[in-house]
């Protein structure tokens, strides 16, 4: 009897799991995808600027870019790539190598690539949000928290 309540209690709880909903969201891209995506098929591009102490980064990471509106318009009009400002990793965009000048990961320690597309290698604000054309021309550059109604009214 036991063994049946069993088969019965995890044959109903993978029934339940396989039958919840995939959330959709926006279709980050790393920059080396972005320049093969843009190669392919040019488009704007939304660049979002972040580091993992920036409290509204977070807030906009789990509201804003959630909001199935953003999502929408993100996801269909746009390359979406979000980097994190104080990244160790190499990165090859356009032909270039781009770098951390350290190793480990310090507050205040900016990727090379961060410094260079938010242009403000000595006070750089989270988040920066920025909207690129297709030929990479800056349209928008905000450098603040942006709530959904913000963000549709940007995009």
Known sequence: MLQIIIITVLLTTGLVHSQ?????????????QLEDSLQT???????FFH???CSYCKKMLSET??????IEKLNSHYYAVEFDAESIDSIQFDGQ???????????????????????????AIFPTTMLLNEDFS???????????????NIL
């Open 65 to 70: 870019f959630t909001a199935p509106e953003v």
């Open 97 to 123: 190598l781009f770098k951390n000048d350290f190793t480990i990961k310090r507050t205040g320690k900016y990727h090379e690539l961060a410094k260079i597309l938010m242009g403000s290698e000595n006070r």
């Open 20 to 32: 919840e909903k995939v959330k959709p969201s926006v279709n980050w891209i790393s920059f080396e």
């Open 138 to 152: 800056v349209k928008t550059k905000k450098i603040n928290y942006l709530s959904i109604k913000q963000i549709l």
């Open 51 to 53: 580091t993992d102490w």
């Open 41 to 47: 098929n040019p488009k704007p591009v939304l660049l």
